[in-house]
């Protein structure tokens, strides 16, 4: 059974930092890219951040490059947000994914869903 358990999300000023947290099992993870998404009320579900598994290539989309950075640690079976310089427009429930195939861009290639996590952005 395939559990991604997303934590690390809380409510933070504008330009603080927060790490989030995706905890994978049931998974054999070299096959796989893991993405972040977020979801805003009102939004739809958007492309964050992906990083693959064996190559540790990194993904981002344009309005978080230079300030969230995607990192896995093999050995917890743990993939990583890091984001910095948060902003208000930053506010949303983060979800991380897995993907076997397909653009690490698109939501339709992702096969396994986190519950999320809500990031609060101050002002």
């Known amino acids: 059974q395939v559990q991604l358990v997303e934590s690390g999300g809380g409510l933070v000023q504008a330009g603080g930092s927060l790490r989030l947290s995706c905890a994978a099992s049931?998974?054999?993870?070299?096959?796989?890219?893991m993405g972040w998404f977020r979801q805003a009320p009102g939004k739809e579900r958007e492309f964050v951040a992906a990083?693959?598994?064996?190559?540790?290539?990194?993904y981002y989309t344009d309005s978080v490059k230079g300030r969230f950075t995607c990192s896995r640690n093999n050995a917890k079976n743990t993939v990583y947000l890091q984001m910095n310089s948060l902003k208000p427009e930053d506010t949303a429930v983060y979800y991380c994914?897995?993907?076997?195939?397909?653009?690490?861009?698109?939501?339709?290639?992702?096969?396994?869903w986190g519950q999320g996590t809500q990031v609060t952005v101050s002002s």
């Open positions: 049931g998974l054999t993870f070299s096959n796989y890219a």
């Open positions: 990083i693959r598994w064996i190559s540790a290539n990194t």
């Open positions: 994914a897995a993907s076997v195939v397909g653009s690490v861009w698109q939501f339709s290639s992702y096969d396994y």
